[in-house]
Structure formats: structure tokens, C-alpha cells
């Protein structure tokens, strides 16, 4: 299946994949795929989609070629031209795949997915010129890219034979020389530059002026929760806000908890300053539109705000800050579950010579969910966040030779983090999100609280809702799974004594 996928996000549909009312969809044939196949699997094909659209522009323009002006042709060399990078990467993906057989979907999501906001933009440009886009639709792409403010392009002012593509480098080239004036770039310097060079020194620029490995740092420290001390510290301080409905007061009362911690800790006031908290809807844009049950609390609605130099604007977009924020919250998330499990943990303990203490039970639970929310946050932090950002930092300070390079390595690692830490898979997401909920529930639930009646039935829903769930996420864990990354020292984790692979639960058999 894995090589007709790939030859259908190369344009060539077939019984497994076919286009249905324009866009690529799996076929009747393989209607029987599990969840988790089939949310990857939209993905990547929305990723076809897109694709096939520009092919079939490219081919009606050739059909017609003796008739077509050379503006329509030059712009049809460049849509073919710009696809060329896209194509090399299916090439590269089939050829480490026929090297080893082991490597899965989620590999090809990984390799691929970084493309599709560029293929969407190549996509919106030929609906357009079948008069097919909205402009609201494409200032929502605009803003998406995050190309906004005083210099934005007006879109119904674009010539008709000037692509959408050359529209943007324009927009580029224009910033970057902003940034050059802005830098006090010796006078005369862009009558001596070639176009091709400029992302070159912009690349300098941005190392330079704008202190780039200093501010990635202080986006693994704070949206990538590298400074573990300083957010186990501040959730416990916070905990009482934390379970509240989102407010301004509580929002000034928070940033001042973190703040306080932070100088506990001895972090530079300049820092500090520079880092925030806010309020934002994590279930808006990025495609996110799971919907939370329940009430809404201040936890829900967390996100980092980190003042970056203008600079950094040029790789730490508003698309790829709300991409780290939603990997800010996923950690937190298993944070807060720590926290309560160890609160848990110690309560019980101090009530055993009371009697009050849980049954046998309800301790193996409390030790099965100490068991995966520790390797879950080891798994998250170490194999996927710390193996990422060394790599992005060896390539942006080694390997990269412009701004493109520069561009590539970032994109690339933070692809790499939304995939291994299952952002792009909605139901592994979902599955874990209600682990970690469970767990919280259940540890507030015996906190030593009574647990006749009503109560103790509570507790057994709880350990029965976590088990099953479990139980769910190793399976679908393993069929995403290759026989190497990180996701499988997780499963290895998870299944170090083979319990889950040789007994399957009383509820599946």
C-alpha cells in the first residue's frame, strides 16, 4: 500500500487511491483501515490533493500551448519549476524505503507534511486563475503565513500573468531589504547584490543581529519546557488557578507565580521579561478542530508568549509559534498529571497507618499510570524534543549555507516534533489527552478522600476508563511504529517485560 500512496502523491491515482469530486481519497478497496492509519493517511493525501490540482492546471496550459501568451508559459515554467523540490522528496522517501522495509506511514507523513502549506499556496494560485478562490479565503492563507502588517500584498492589484509564487519572493526580496536598511547595511550594497545572494546575508543577519541559537534556546526553555524546575514549580504554586475558568486576574495572578519562580531558580530578569503567559484557544486554527468536553479551565487555554527579535520573524512565524505552542501544552499536560500522581502517591502514604489507605487495586493503578506518564514525558522531552533541537542546532550553526538552508533544517525539526509527539495523528492525541485526564481525576479521586459508596465506585470507573485506554494506545502505537526511531524505544518502554504484547485484556478476548 505504502508504494501506491507514494505514486499517488505523485499524480497517479489508481484502485487504491483514486480522485473522487477532485481530491484524492482512499478507494473501496481498503475501506477497512484503523483510525490511525486513516487520519495519517488524510493528511498525506490532502497533501495529493493539492498536487494533482497544479498538474492538472499544468497539463490544460500545455494542451492549449499553441494558443497560450508567454506570459501563461512563463508562469507555467515556474509552477513546474517550484514543484521540483517535492518531487525529490517522494524520490528520496521511495528510495530510503526500498533500503528499509520496516519504515511506516508516519515516516512518509513526516518526510511529506512539511510541503503542504506550499503545495495549499500552489493550489490556491491555479483555483484562482479558474476563478474558484475567494479573496477572504486567500487573505486567511496570507495571514496563515503569517504575511501581515504595514507591507502585505493586495492580492486583486497582482497582474494576472505575475504567478503567486514570484508575488511572494517579491514580498521577501521587499522585507529583506527593509531589514537591510534597518541594519544599516553599507549604502549602495543592493545595487551590488545580486538577488541570489541575498539569502546569504540575510542568513547572517539573522545569526548575527537577530541572535538566532540564543533564541531557539529560549524556545526549547520555554515552549519545549526545557526548564523543567521552573514549570513543575510553577503548576504546583498555580495549581489552585490552574483549575479555575480563564480570567484577566487570573492571568496577571499566574505570570507573577512564574516570575516569582523563576528568580527562585536565579534565571536572568532580562529573560524573564521576554517570556509570558496568555490565554488562546488551543482548538483554533492548524487544522485542530477536536472538541473539548467539559468546562473550559485556565490549564485548557495555556499557551507561551516569547518577545523574538523582528528577525527570527523570518523562521519563528505565527504558524510555527502556534505549532510550538501546541507542543508547550501537550507537555504541560503530562507535567500536571506528574504532579497529581505524586500528590496522590504521598497522601496515601502518610494515611497507611489510618486505615485509610487504598485497596490492592487501586495501588497497582496509581503505579501503571506513575509507570506511563513517566516514560511518556521522558519519551516526549528526550527521543523527541532534545534528538530535534540538536540536530536543528548542529544544522542551522554546521551545515546550513543561506537563509534557505536555515529555513529547511527548522521546518524539518519542527515536522519531525509535531509527528513523533503525535500532533499530526488526532486519535493518538485524543487517546492520550484522556490518559492523562484520567489520571488527574483518579488522583484527586483518592487524595485522601472517603472511598465507601459513591466514591469508590468513581475510583473503579476511573482504573477501568484508564486501563482500556491504554490498552488502545499500545495497539495503535504499534502499528505506527517502524523497527527503529523514537517511537519505538517508547513501545519499548511501555513493553519492557512483553505485558502488553503476550496478554491481551479480559475486554478484547
Known amino acids: 500500500m505504502l508504494h501506491e500512496l507514494l505514486f499517488a502523491l505523485k499524480g497517479h491515482s489508481g484502485h487504491i487511491f483514486t480522485v473522487q469530486n477532485g481530491k484524492l481519497k482512499v478507494g473501496n478497496s481498503m475501506r477497512m483501515l484503523m483510525m490511525d492509519e486513516e487520519a495519517v493517511l488524510t493528511d498525506l493525501l490532502e497533501l495529493g490533493t493539492h498536487f494533482i490540482h497544479v498538474q492538472e492546471f499544468l497539463k490544460s496550459q500545455r494542451d492549449i500551448q499553441m494558443r497560450k501568451s508567454q506570459y501563461v508559459q512563463y508562469m507555467c515554467e515556474i509552477l513546474d519549476e517550484e514543484l521540483k523540490e517535492y518531487r525529490k522528496a517522494i524520490v528520496r522517501v521511495e528510495r530510503e524505503m526500498k533500503e528499509d522495509s520496516s519504515l511506516s506511514l508516519t ?4 518526510q511529506l507534511h512539511p510541503f503542504l502549506p506550499f503545495l495549499k499556496g500552489l493550489s490556491a494560485l491555479v483555483r484562482d486563475k479558474s476563478g474558484e478562490e475567494t479573496q477572504r479565503e486567500r487573505e486567511e492563507e496570507y495571514e496563515r503565513m503569517g504575511v501581515k502588517g504595514n507591507v502585505t500584498l493586495v492580492a486583486s492589484q497582482i497582474p494576472s500573468f505575475v504567478p503567486q509564487s514570484t508575488a511572494d519572493k517579491i514580498l521577501f526580496l521587499g522585507r529583506t531589504i527593509s531589514l537591510f536598511e534597518a541594519s544599516n547595511a553599507p549604502h549602495g550594497i543592493f545595487s551590488l547584490l545580486s538577488l541570489f545572494s541575498f539569502p546569504l546575508h540575510l542568513q547572517e543577519l539573522i545569526m548575527k543581529e537577530g541572535e538566532l541559537v540564543k ?46 519562580e523563576g528568580e527562585k531558580l536565579g534565571l536572568n530578569e532580562s529573560i524573564l521579561e521576554r517570556f509570558s503567559l496568555v490565554f488562546s484557544d488551543p482548538l483554533e486554527g492548524d487544522g485542530h478542530t477536536r472538541t473539548k468536553q467539559g468546562p473550559v479551565l485556565a490549564l485548557d487555554l495555556l499557551a507561551p ?7 527570527c520573524g523570518f523562521l519563528l512565524t505565527p504558524h510555527a509559534l502556534g505549532t510550538y505552542a501546541r507542543l508547550f501544552r501537550f507537555l504541560i499536560r503530562i507535567h500536571w498529571a506528574q504532579i497529581h500522581i505524586k500528590d496522590a502517591w504521598a497522601m496515601n502514604m502518610s494515611l497507611r497507618n489510618d486505615g485509610e489507605v487504598m485497596d490492592m487495586e487501586g495501588w497497582r ?37 543561506d537563509y534557505d538552508d536555515m529555513k529547511h533544517f527548522h521546518e524539518s525539526a519542527l515536522a519531525g516534533m509535531s509527528a513523533h509527539a503525535f500532533l499530526l495523528n488526532p486519535h493518538v492525541e485524543e487517546c492520550l489527552e484522556t490518559i492523562l485526564s484520567a489520571c488527574v481525576e483518579f488522583s484527586l479521586l483518592v487524595r485522601g478522600e472517603d472511598q465507601r459508596g459513591r466514591k469508590k465506585e468513581e475510583i473503579r470507573l476511573k482504573e477501568d476508563e484508564f486501563r482500556k485506554r491504554v490498552w488502545f494506545l499500545f495497539e495503535l502505537l504499534m502499528r505506527l511504529a517502524s523497527s527503529q526511531g523514537p517511537l519505538l524505544k517508547f513501545l519499548l518502554r511501555l513493553d519492557f517485560n512483553s505485558f502488553f504484547s503476550l496478554h491481551p485484556p479480559a475486554f478484547q478476548q
Open 107 to 110: 515516516f512518509i507523513q513526516e
Open 215 to 260: 533564541t531557539l534556546k529560549l524556545v526549547k526553555d520555554f515552549y519545549l519546557v526545557g526548564r523543567g524546575d521552573l514549570f513543575l514549580g510553577f503548576l504546583s504554586s498555580a495549581a489552585p488557578l490552574l483549575s479555575q475558568p480563564p480570567s484577566p486576574d487570573l492571568l496577571r495572578e499566574m505570570n507573577l507565580l512564574l516570575q516569582l
Open 305 to 311: 508568549q516569547l518577545d523574538v527579535h523582528h528577525l
Open 365 to 401: 493503578c496509581l503505579h501503571g499510570m506513575t509507570f506511563l506518564v513517566k516514560n511518556l514525558q521522558s519519551y516526549i522531552q528526550a527521543d523527541v524534543v532534545e534528538s530535534h533541537m540538536a540536530r536543528l542546532f548542529h544544522g542551522i550553526t554546521q551545515e546550513a549555507a
